[in-house]
Nanobody
Framework: VQFVESGGGLVQPGGSLRLSCLAS????????MSWYRQAPGKERELVATISSAGGSTNYADSVKGRFTISRDNAKSSMYLQMNSLKPEDTAVYYCNKDRAKRRDIWGQGTQVTVSS
């Protein structure tokens, strides 16, 4: 199992970024998938979840209406479109199966920094 996250960077408040996740080592299309994030000094938190076929999504209240999760099962890839970014969105963002535990395999994540 492997996850490779990309697309992070430094952006001003109000800006946008699109994160990508490439998964391998398992049947991607069979799993509900999620984006998570971890801010400095805080626990990792769930950001958004998408069903295996992509027809159902859920979001943390803090990102609802600003972030959009999507997936392309043919490419074993998942995406997170982030708009209207706020400084409090600053974190390392990770993708994984839904309900992933700390002991599970994680990628290196991609750093998102929102600052003027």
């Amino acid at each position: 199992v492997q996850f490779v996250e990309s697309g992070g960077g430094l952006v001003q408040p109000g800006g946008s970024l699109r994160l990508s996740c490439l998964a391998s080592g398992f049947t991607f299309s069979s799993y509900v998938m999620s984006w998570y994030r971890q801010a400095p000094g805080k626990e990792r938190e769930l950001v958004a979840t998408i069903s295996s076929a992509g027809g159902s999504t859920n979001y943390a209240d803090s990102v609802k209406g600003r972030f959009t999760i999507s997936r392309d099962n043919a490419k074993s890839s998942m995406y997170l479109q982030m708009n209207s970014l706020k400084p409090e969105d600053t974190a390392v963002y990770y993708c994984n199966k839904d309900r992933a535990k700390r002991r599970d395999i994680w990628g290196q994540g991609t750093q998102v920094t929102v600052s003027s």
